[in-house]
């Protein structure tokens, strides 16, 4: 509970919010919002569900590693 | 099938469930064994934040702006990536200092303000109350769609039930029912309400699934998957047109709502009371910081599906896009999945207006009502008495205290709250879903500069917090609440086109001319502007009270002070132990002041701030076991005092610290808190402080207490650190001082064995050369042959000083290299035909699998020659006896050229495979002495004649022939060369010596040819 605690790897968190923010903010956010199909779905909500699964994905990983 | 009495019982059932669910939680709690210890729960009870907007409302908003809905759920995601360091951050705040409310950490952290703590209040009933009014509007609405069933209506057609006939107002009573039997059990309104997280957890898993239900459905039920689904939306072009942000969201609206979210999944009344107040565990935080954005994820997935589905099923403006999730399986006749949606949205429903009542109910009692009370009570107590008199709040005195007080008024917020909601739905609920919940979301941003900025920036201070929210406060009213009551008819809607007093600069949907944003972004532009501007500004200019340096400091510091640490030094004073204990009675009621002392005791000494586990068992023990309490050290029971303590005087006989003492510091600071989480922090400070001789610290003693507390942490950190290094740097010294005396070892061996491998030719030199001399006349043959004698065994000699010097030529690095691009099959070849001798020699045979022209690799081919014959040398002592064979293989494998030595000998058994790669040791070749004896012969009998070629001798076996140096020489030129020499073998089998040599053009970055003085290593 105290400081002696190994803590996480705060800045591996609070890289991985910066990403996020990246990730799901202008000016990628421009790059996939075109009228196009991939797999036969639209290529923007395609690209927001992987990157957010991606962005999960990652956080799971990194708090696995904290524990 | 859906008649009203069969939706009705349905419904009824669902709810009867909840209660069921809700009851065997808490008995189990009760009981000790909590269901809600986990962190599943604790992310599917976070899961509140999706609500009937998430579940009715996103279709809806999907329908108009495509993928415009995500942010909501995006910016939960990004906050709870940083969850571990914030969350976790204002839980362990909270847990210190029995924080119950949004308000409650408000005004906690600027000093105990309790106008802080009653403003915050009133802006999250405000706002919040659109949202639970969306909540009951999406009950009804539903409700009253399904009851038409086959026929499909639009929410312009549903009209309004009269109030009597309308299920909202009947779902919202029972709502507050349940609310108040499962989240108004205990006056310490820091314990947990197990059966409503129990009860919220639940119906996370029935709304997600019968989303996805409705999702799996519409999908691949009624249409085939996701590509048909949007093959058929992409050729109409209104539909295709949702597909991209676009024309409809503007990516400011989509940041606007981001960051809305990132701060509303914090600051929603709901929210703070399920994150933090309800968690068990701060651990809990580490899988719910990934669990809960998934649950997000997951739920989304067939929104946009759904949305394109509805409109390509019914089209424009026939059906509301707020009920496709109803409408659809009506349309397709699936009368059962509509009831399982019904009760989907029922269950988002009933979790936020349950959970948010109760938060809104105890901030409204503790930081509204109570504070309002008490501050009366003390005024007068204070005009009339002096110091240390203990008369002040009189009402409801009595067995419950004034707690029962407290209870009353949390019990009925929550009426008043649900009645709110739905008054305001019947009155102004005609905009949709999403508008009515981001509303909601603005209003509770505007905590986030005093509460997020509180945990970071020490000078935040309490008049900085007021400005900014009153200021934040009122340009959302103005920019958002004001438009809606015109639109609903309140006002004139001249206000929102004209602007008051037709000033067109002052409209409040483009305030200064600040158009062509949405209405939330504009709303939030301006808002934040004024509130963080206000909030920096003033607390910059403003002087703060030792308390808000106190507090400041222990909240920025949470995560790095030890957990007891919080407050119990920053005062000062002395306070009479009865009046201390009149003051529990009287807030907490008999009971409780029990149960409160009885804790105290239980963990004498500085108090420690419980966590979870010791909170509970400190429960536990104090419900369980009031006997056992009285072990610890007591006073001396005085009996003259026994007659006044009418009440409880057998307890206090043994338990509790005599009256007229003075107190210790952590029983005032351990009574603040448990009235903290009671009344409130900010009350419990005005009580604690009515009855304690406090000396008023000043501003400059309190930080210099704070000062000297942070430079001992950090002298302490700077010690641990230090004690770390020297550690670390004692283990290196050992470690060198240990290689230094084992290589001082093996110098000597060296040494000693050199000598020793010197005297064995040198004494047959002399005995030889004795008996020449002392017989002069000895026979020519005779004499030829002693001399050749001498001759080998000088040539031994000179072979062996040789090696010697060699290796100490290769170690010091002072050995000439001639690396140049060689074909190893060649020298393969050539070292084969020189070595061939020592096999025929012993009728053994030697076969070559070599390529014809081999791999080209970066050597130096002496040196290379110079190992293979060792290697061939070490084959030809060591194979069979009777059948002796060897084999030499040439390849290329992993990028690297590599050749193996192969002999059927005894083999060389595992713990010797290093051995013999020391210097002059010379391993034992397999496991039994049988088999070292074999080779000791043959080797002897190889002896002086076999390695003529002065390549170099054998390395291992062989005593009497070999030099013991063989072995190590190879490795050590391999090495040199980038390569590497290793032995694998299994006893019996015989043993493969192989090396590896890069190829050429691949030379390891010349690493190994730094040896000073190498002329040529390129040439």
Redesign the interface.
């Known amino acids: 509970m105290n400081d002696k605690q190994p803590e996480p790897r705060h800045a591996h968190l609070v890289a991985l919010g910066a990403l996020g923010g990246v990730l799901f903010g202008y000016p990628l956010l421009a790059v996939f919002d075109v009228p196009a199909m991939v797999l036969g779905v639209p290529v923007l909500w395609a690209y927001l569900f992987v990157a957010w699964a991606a962005l999960v994905a990652a956080v799971a990983v990194a708090m696995r590693r904290l524990n | 099938m859906l008649t009203t009495w069969v939706i009705a019982a349905v419904s009824a059932a669902y709810l009867g469930l909840l209660f069921a669910i809700a009851r065997y939680a808490d008995r189990r709690a009760d009981a000790g064994r909590s269901v809600v210890s986990s962190s599943w729960v604790y992310a599917l009870s976070l899961a509140v934040y999706a609500t009937s907007w998430t579940y009715y409302g996103s279709v809806g908003r999907a329908a108009s702006t495509g993928?415009g809905f995500?942010?909501i759920y995006?910016g939960p995601?990004?906050t709870?990536?940083?969850g571990?360091?914030v969350l976790r951050k204002i839980i362990r705040v909270s847990r210190q200092r029995r924080i119950t409310s949004l308000a409650d950490f408000a005004s906690a952290r600027y000093g105990n303000s309790a106008l802080l703590g009653a403003l915050v209040t009133i802006v999250a009933v405000v706002g919040v109350v659109p949202y639970i009014s969306l909540q009951l509007k999406a009950v009804s609405n539903t409700f009253t769609i399904l009851l038409r069933y086959p026929e499909l209506a639009s929410s312009a057609q549903l009209g309004r039930p009269p109030v009597v006939q309308d299920t909202a107002l009947y779902v919202a009573l029972l709502l507050a029912v349940f609310a108040i039997l499962f989240g108004t059990r205990h006056l310490d309104a820091s314990e947990r309400h197990e059966g409503m997280v129990a009860a919220v957890a639940f119906e996370s898993i029935v709304k997600l699934v019968a989303f996805l239900g409705v999702g799996v459905f519409v999908t691949f039920g009624a249409f085939g998957g996701?590509?048909?689904l949007?093959?058929k939306g992409?050729a109409d072009p209104e539909i295709?047109a949702l597909?991209?942000?676009?024309p409809q969201t503007g990516?400011g609206a989509?940041?606007w709502l981001?960051v809305l979210s990132m701060l509303a999944v914090l600051l929603l009344p709901r929210q703070w009371q399920v994150a933090v107040v309800e968690n068990v565990d701060e651990?809990h935080v580490?899988?719910a910081?990934?669990l809960f954005?998934?649950y997000l994820?997951v739920i989304n997935?067939f929104v946009?599906p759904v949305a394109v589905a509805g409109l390509l099923r019914f089209g424009p403006n026939t059906v509301d896009p707020d009920t496709f999730v109803l409408a659809l399986p009506m349309a397709q006749g699936q009368q059962a999945l509509a009831l399982v949606v019904f009760i989907g949205g029922l269950s988002a429903s009933t979790a936020m207006i349950i959970v948010e009542t109760v938060a809104l109910a105890t901030m409204v009692s503790n930081s509204l009502v109570l504070p309002v009370l008490l501050r009366g009570g003390t005024r007068h107590r204070r005009a009339g008495q002096p110091r240390g008199g203990t008369r002040y709040l009189r009402v409801g005195a009595g067995p419950r205290g004034v707690g029962g007080l407290a209870l009353a008024v949390r019990r009925v917020t929550i009426v008043a709250v649900v009645l709110l909601g739905y008054g305001y739905f019947r009155l102004a609920g005609g905009a949709s879903l999403v508008s009515l919940g981001l509303v909601s979301f603005a209003a509770v941003a505007q905590f986030a500069p005093a509460i997020l900025g509180g945990l970071y920036w020490r000078e935040g201070s309490r008049a900085g917090a007021l400005a900014g929210l009153a200021g934040g406060f009122s340009v959302w009213a103005y920019t958002l609440l004001v438009p809606s009551l015109a639109r609903a008819g309140w006002l004139p809607t001249s206000l929102i086109e004209d602007g008051p007093l037709g000033i067109t600069l002052l409209r409040p949907e483009s305030l200064f001319g600040l158009s062509g944003l949405d209405p939330i972004s504009h709303a939030m532009v301006w808002s934040m502007l004024v509130n963080v501007g206000a909030y920096v500004t003033v607390s910059l200019r403003t002087r703060r009270t030792p308390a808000e340096y106190a507090q400041a400091a222990t909240f920025i510091d949470a995560?790095?002070?030890?957990?007891h640490a919080a407050g119990t030094r920053l005062w000062r004073g002395s306070a009479r132990v009865a009046d201390l204990r009149e003051l529990l009675d009287r807030y907490l009621g008999t009971d409780g002041a029990r149960e409160a002392m009885g804790r105290y005791l239980g963990g004498r000494g500085p108090v420690p701030v419980p966590?979870d586990d010791q909170l509970a068992a400190d429960e536990q023990t104090a419900a369980d076991d009031p006997v056992r309490l009285p072990k610890r050290e007591q006073t001396s029971v005085d009996l003259d005092r026994l007659p006044k303590d009418d009440q409880h005087a057998a307890d206090d006989l043994v338990r509790v610290p005599k009256d007229d003492q003075l107190a210790a510091d952590d029983l005032v600071h351990h009574v603040e808190r448990v009235l903290a989480g009671a009344v409130g922090t900010a009350s419990a400070r005005v009580l604690v402080a009515s009855v304690v001789h406090e000396e008023p610290l000043g501003v400059d003693e309190v930080i210099q207490i704070l000062d000297e507390a942070s430079q001992v942490r950090a002298y302490s950190?700077e010690l641990e650190r230090k004690s770390a290094e020297l550690e670390a740097a004692t283990a290196e010294l050992r470690a060198a001082n240990d290689r230094l005396r084992e290589l001082d070892r093996m110098k000597d061996d060296f040494v000693s064995t050199v000598t020793h491998e010197l005297r064995t030719p040198l004494t047959s030199i002399r005995a030889f050369s004795e008996i020449l001399l002392d017989n002069p006349d000895l026979e020519a043959p005779e004499r030829g042959r002693y001399l050749e004698i001498v001759v080998a065994e000088t040539a031994r000699l000179t072979r062996l000083i040789n090696q010697v010097l060699d290796l100490a030529k290769i170690e010091s690095g002072t050995a000439e290299w001639h690396i140049g691009e060689v074909d190893l099959a060649e020298i393969v070849r050539d070292a084969a035909a020189e070595g061939t001798q020592l096999f025929t020699g012993k009728g053994a045979e030697l076969r070559l699998r070599v390529p014809a022209t081999g791999p080209a690799v970066a050597a130096d081919p002496d040196r290379v020659m110079q190992v293979l014959l060792n290697l061939l040398a070490n084959a030809a002592t060591f194979s069979d006896a009777r059948h002796g064979r060897a084999v030499v293989q040439v390849r290329v494998t992993g990028g690297v050229a590599r050749v193996d030595v192969h002999d059927n000998g005894p083999g060389v058994a595992a713990d010797q495979q290093q051995v013999i790669f020391e210097r002059f040791r010379q391993g034992s070749r397999a496991t039994g002495d049988r088999a070292t004896g074999g080779t000791s012969d043959s080797g002897r009998s190889g002896g002086g004649t076999a390695h003529s070629g002065g390549a170099g001798g054998r390395a291992v076996g062989g005593r009497a022939a070999g030099t013991g140096l063989g072995l190590p020489i190879s490795r050590e030129i391999i090495e040199r060369m980038g390569g590497r020499l290793w032995v694998t073998s299994a006893p019996g089998e015989g043993a493969t010596f192989s090396f590896t040599l890069p190829l050429a053009g691949h030379s390891p970055a010349g690493t190994h040819y730094q040896a000073p003085g190498e002329s040529g290593a390129e040439g």
């Open positions: 993928v995500l942010p995006l995601t990004l709870f990536a940083l571990w360091l996701f590509g048909d949007f093959e992409a295709a597909f991209t942000l676009a990516y989509w940041m981001t651990r580490a899988r910081s990934w954005p998934l994820l997935v946009l995560l790095r002070q030890p957990a966590n950190r």
